[in-house]
């Protein structure tokens, strides 16, 4: 007689809803927001107003429980109660900021943190020429001496009233004299068929993490919704929309179980350390300038190159950018569809992301519709979606990398929770100067280890011409040019009969000019330890 | 295309060309290698009717079609610690040497307890009075530090294999019948040259027998464990897993194709290496090296490894590196032995007597770990995929899986037996899914009562 194997369903954890901010979990994604970098001084007066700024602040930071309920309520449907919303707000704080308001910051066991940015930025591969644009010196925010201390973000589902939001924010600040910078950002409308793309013209934020953890002891109150039927073991315990990995909270939140070997068997958890870290985030900010002209003109340079190439004959601009992105413009990926865009893939949530690179991609059942697009086939030497393309570089899904295998994806991942800022490219071939105008993103990235996360990713898979993966090279979308030998990013992609061709580009196309690392501190941290109602004991 | 000649020395290395017949040697025995692990996949695919090994010699196969060179790329620093202590700790572990005797029961041995070592109770065989160092990840380093202040003169990595220095020796290696010409002279010049003119040839030789990873040593034979490749320098490879016949012998038995219960490939990376038992499956090195070549497997290919077979450092990253004194980081790195991207030996020191390694900072924070350079060194092997879609072998079941601690799931046990409470890992992908969950299911909801408050 046989029996039916019993399922080992991972228990998730429940998450302290009520405690963590919004940002970390499930992350704001509104699509408006304004980011107000806050530079204090130390005078006790100044200090005593920033902490009362603090005290009133806090009542009106999104915790976790409040955005969660905000985005059903927009998945539901419920408009009007969303509109009636407050913007979503959260706080952060960078090392600086942090210890001259908790001086026990300074057991947070993070160098990266510590160090800032602005020190770390070399290791990101960003230039280290003084005279370059990109160096700190020359940042907009966030510099050797323009150091943030606090970075509050407003979100809101209208731009006026995410404005509205900080602007009061802004005057309550000017009012005890702290410094304020303001960047404003919003998905991009202003060119027809583009919302939701950054100034490159590409869907972002297709393949989110989804975080695994129950908001509440109901145990299918699931903080990332699963849309893969249960009969279908062990996708349905592995991915919210197919292909959305579920990642142990750990990798967000301090304090909760990270990464293990097997993806259902939750790895260690996290300490907090100190204890009043528990419940917290990183958050790393990132204001990247992008120059879409170069972009775009490079492209159509390289693409008029390889087409002369036996095996990439036709070859054009677009062509091109959806390999070294990973994904048509639409979003579709090149997994799926590798010689053209499919609109309705890639607006499709159930299948957009469902897709391997190492092997072939199953149908799926799914709880709430079908997936009937083509299914990706096995692609382990990249010759539908380089092994170079961005996509690839950031998440290496089931394939294994330098660091093992396919668990090691999962500790690298993060929450984006940015949005692009600056006008939209009229022509997007146009010669501009530098800067003029000012568009790009603003990066924002939640995790638990910016040293693990964030810099790992940019530092030693999307700077490197051969991680995770060989042989592939630079990403050349993100990937910045110092850490390159000669100074120019490199990539090798495959055309009709394994043809192999070399793309480079001298100039960067993406250049940081500000942001900071951030501390993202649970409510229940900043109520008692960073700005206590009470006031504190004279020293 | 044609059939590849001979196997040359790893990096093309020239050591050997001065000793008669010892390059011939060399491809004899790699050649053995190759003959001896096709053979065992041979072997594994025997209930597989029609099924014929997808791993091949380029000396004795010249398949059709467009060769696809793989590099297998991996980080030097080991996994296998961070894992167990995480990264505080596993860099002080990986500059340290444990004993010999703690190798096959490492998870045991207690670093702050060296006296216990945690050998299997019958013995393990392996002695405690000599050393390996724990970094399994196909690159070693060793550490000179000034003895009064404590501060890093330099870090000496290498990633050549045991297999090159003891075949200078002479002599038939452990499970070959290859007999190299040798030159211990030559050996002895190259590690006085490398490590230290003081080096005398009888700190090399075995003086008592013992039990080493490569074989029983009796008096006379190189010793790999010796002092000037163990505590007081670094001229090759010796960790017992850090061998060229295992890299060889890890390509070819990957290439075995495996399925669950009910018939599914399997595919994932970390699944594989754990059921198959083949190789490490907490390292960087191993999972990807097996899951590299079992994709390409998969895809019908048949494979090998490039000549020259060996195993190297293809870069350091340099990014935020900072120097003292305006000095370049390239500066600082010196490649020794082998060549570009195909390095075997590297060296980083300062070029001046001013400063020492200690004054490097990487993202602001000063070395004070051979570790921490290790961090920024790739290491890889370079397989070829042939005749894509050629071959289409059948699958044997998952023979097993891993196991790992329900209530702390840092690492797999399995290779070298496991710690009591482990549950199985990666269940579903087994062929066991059906008869070993109940224990798993006990121990999640014994973690759902304590996440859930």
Known sequence: ?539 | MSLLGTYDPPAQMSDYDSIPGQRQAWHRFVQESFDYNIGQVRKKLRPLKGSKPQFYSATSLDPDGALIEQAVIWNAFPKELLRRYGRARALVEADSLWPLSAYFYDWRYDPDVPADTGADPDGTGLPDTYFYRPTVEYCEWHVDRDAASGRIDRVTFTSEPPEYWIAMFGGKQDGSKVDFPGDPQLALDLYRKLVNPAVEMADLLVKTPFTSPFGALKPGDYNPHNKWNTTHGIAHLSAPPNALTAEINLAAVATVLYEDAAGTPTVDPDAFIAGTDMGGPNRNSDPTIASTVNVLARSGAMITLANPVGLYMDHIDLAGWEVPGGQSAKDWVRVVRGQERLIERLVVGSPTDEFDVSDIRIGGLPVAFGGQIAECITVKLVGVAAALNSVKNGRLKLPSAGFVDPANAREVFGRRGRPTGTVQAFAYESDEVAQKTLAQRRSFSANAKRWTR
């Open chain 1, 1 to 539: 007689m046989t029996t039916k194997p019993k399922r080992p369903w991972p228990v998730e954890p429940v998450l302290d809803m009520a405690d963590i901010q919004g940002i970390a979990v499930p992350g704001f994604f509104k699509p408006h927001q304004v980011l107000l970098g806050l530079l204090y001084q130390r005078t006790p007066e100044r200090l005593e107003a920033l902490l009362g700024f603090l005290r009133d602040l806090t009542p009106q930071v999104s915790s976790a429980a409040v955005t969660l309920r905000d985005r059903r309520d927009f998945r539901s449907g419920a408009r009007k109660t969303r509109t009636k919303r407050f913007p979503l707000i959260a706080i952060g704080f960078s090392f600086h900021g942090l210890f001259d308001l908790t001086p026990g910051a300074d057991a947070i066991p993070s160098p990266a943190f510590k160090n800032g940015l602005a020190r770390r930025s070399a290791l990101l591969g960003d230039p280290t020429d003084p005279k370059s644009p990109g160096h700190p010196n020359n940042w907009r925010v966030g510099g050797p001496t323009t150091e943030l201390d606090i970075l509050i973000i407003v979100a809101g589902d209208t731009k006026a009233a995410a404005a509205a939001c900080a602007a009061k924010l802004e005057k309550a600040l000017k009012a005890i004299k702290v410094r304020v910078v303001r960047e404003v950002g919003g998905v991009r409308t202003d060119v027809p068929g583009e919302k939701g793309h950054e100034h490159f013209g590409f869907d972002d934020g297709v393949s989110q993490p989804g975080i695994r953890g129950r908001a509440s002891n109901d145990p299918r109150d699931f903080i990332t919704p699963r849309h893969v039927d249960r009969s279908e073991f062990p996708a349905a315990a592995m991915f919210g929309y197919a292909g959305q990995d579920l990642v142990w909270p750990g990798e967000f939140v301090i304090g909760y179980p990270q990464t293990g070997p097997d993806p259902l068997i939750p790895g260690p958890e996290l300490a907090a350390t100190p204890s009043w870290t528990r419940n917290g985030s990183f958050l790393v900010y990132r204001r990247l300038r992008q120059d879409v002209g170069l972009f775009w003109r490079t492209m159509r340079a390289q693409a008029k190159r390889l087409s002369r190439l036996p095996g990439f004959e036709g070859l054009y601009d677009v062509e091109l950018a959806a390999k070294l992105v990973g994904r048509w413009p639409s979003g579709a990926p090149l997994s799926r569809t590798p010689t053209k865009d499919i609109d309705k893939l890639g607006h499709d949530k159930l299948s957009n992301n469902h897709f391997r690179f190492d092997s072939d991609t199953p149908r799926l059942k799914l709880v709430d519709g079908k997936d009937s697009f083509e299914l990706a086939k096995a692609d382990p030497i990249g010759a539908a979606c380089p092994l170079a393309s961005h996509i690839r570089k950031v998440n290496t899904r089931d394939a294994p990398s330098d660091t093992g295998a396919r668990s090691s994806t999962y500790e690298r991942r993060i929450l984006r929770v940015g949005v692009p800022f600056g006008p939209s490219a009229k022509d997007r071939y146009a010669k501009s100067r530098p800067g003029k105008p000012d568009r790009g993103l603003l990066f924002l990235g939640i995790q638990s280890s910016i040293e693990e996360q964030f810099e790992f990713l940019q530092a030693r898979w999307m700077n490197d011409d051969s991680r995770p993966k060989a042989p592939s090279g630079h990403d050349m979308i993100v990937g910045q040019n110092s850490p390159t030998a000669d100074g120019t990013r490199r990539c090798v992609l495959f055309g009709a009969g394994l043809a192999q061709a070399e793309v480079e580009a001298a100039d960067q196309f993406v250049t940081p000019t500000g942001g900071g690392y951030f501390f993202v501190p649970s409510i229940s941290a900043l109520t008692t330890v960073i700005a206590p109602s009470s006031p504190r004991a004279a020293k």
